[in-house]
């Protein structure tokens, strides 16, 4: 439709009326005719076919001249066409015109090829002695009036889609999210396997190694900047040793500390921000399972430790928070494409009545439809 407001200043546009012309009725047959184009661009179709039954009004009852009065038979002709399907209606129009002006065209970048296909058939139609209706138009050879303006049922114009300016952070729809990180925290309590044994650091629970954890993410966009998700978590331990003394630990059967912690957390998650790139986010959660840290131990024997295949080995065991566990995180998505992002942040969890405070630096990729 770009082309329709540059055509109004030309096809529209001035023409030299004839002696008994209303020279003010002229010009509003003209602002009509344009702003009649205005509205079918901007999709106003049944304004646009109203302001153009107006100028034909005015045609007839003022005297303009042939020439713009053929041109407004031919706009309306269009409009019933390509915005009503009323095909008889612009044939009509179409006849009317070019009784008026037997050489009136129709510019290609006005008319889409329906239209221009009707013109096509009228105007030959004409120039050929037949101006009978066809078999699917059923109308008298003499055009009656212009259609009403009003219409009992208004048509179903299928309007352009708007993209919205709001950041649609998640969308409407389903949100999944895969990642994986490491944590890191402070922990309090009784050692998983060394029974005999007390924390290096007189009971602080300072963890010595980074455990490794993978996650996953499932939710539903309850709206464009609030997600309702479930999210497990699963971590990864190395580096603990062997126990050989304590309780059923011996050389011979030795116990091994626990090598994966499993949790879940149900969240809501809050998305802000002006920007649809870079999308901050925070989020909590309440849920169950463990969270272990690996952590350094000491033992009362000075000269066996009790741990390794050689039973002096340093010992290294696990201490876990949970089962229950409170959450809280933020982050931000690094969008992509409207249904890929990148998510970075960092997520922590409180562990209870095992004391523990976890926090993990989490990288994932995240997926909306």
């Given at each position: 439709m770009l082309g329709f407001l540059a055509f109004s200043s030309a096809f529209v546009g001035p023409a030299i009326p004839l002696a008994w012309a209303d020279g003010d009725a002229q010009g509003d047959v003209e602002r009509l005719n344009k702003a009649a184009l205005e509205a079918y661009d901007n999709l106003n179709f049944e304004q646009s076919r109203k302001q153009l039954s107006q100028a034909l009004d005015i045609c007839e009852s003022k005297g303009v001249n042939a020439d713009l009065t053929a041109k407004t038979h031919l706009l309306l002709g269009m409009v019933l066409i390509a915005a009503f399907n009323e095909k008889s209606g612009a044939r009509l129009q179409f006849q009317s015109g070019l009784k008026l002006k037997p050489d009136l065209m129709a510019p290609k970048w006005l008319f889409n090829p329906e239209a221009q296909a009707l013109f096509d058939e009228v105007k030959a139609s004409i120039k050929s002695g037949d101006t009978?209706?066809?078999?699917?138009?059923?109308?008298?050879?003499?055009?009656?009036?212009?259609?009403?303006?009003?219409?009992?049922?208004p048509p179903v114009v299928r309007k352009p889609v708007v993209k919205s300016t709001e950041p649609a952070v998640t969308g409407s729809g389903i949100f999944l999210r895969l990642g994986g990180g490491f944590g890191f925290g402070l922990a309090n309590n009784a050692l998983e396997t060394n029974n005999h044994a007390s924390l290096v650091s007189g009971g602080g629970g300072l963890r010595t190694e980074r455990p490794a954890h993978i996650f996953g993410e499932f939710g539903y966009s309850l709206s464009p900047t609030m997600l309702l998700s479930a999210q497990l978590r699963l971590g990864f331990l190395s580096g603990t040793s062997q126990v050989n003394t304590g309780g059923d630990c011996t050389l011979a059967t030795p116990c091994h500390p626990p090598t994966t912690a499993f949790s879940g957390l149900a969240k809501l998650t809050w998305f802000f921000g002006p920007s649809d790139t870079v999308v901050p986010y925070v989020s909590v959660g309440v849920g169950g399972g463990y969270i272990r840290h690996v952590v350094e131990i000491k033992v009362d024997d000075a000269t066996h430790t009790g741990c390794g295949a050689d039973n002096n080995s340093a010992c290294v065991d696990t201490v876990k928070g949970g089962p229950f566990l409170i959450g809280a995180g933020a982050g931000a998505l690094l969008r992509a494409t409207d249904t890929f992002a990148i998510s970075v942040g960092l997520d922590t969890a409180l562990g209870l009545p095992s004391t523990m405070f976890n926090a993990d630096l989490d990288v994932g990729l995240a997926l909306q439809f």
């Open positions: 009978g209706d066809s078999s699917d138009d059923q109308e008298e050879e003499t055009p009656p009036p212009p259609p009403p303006v009003l219409r009992s049922k």
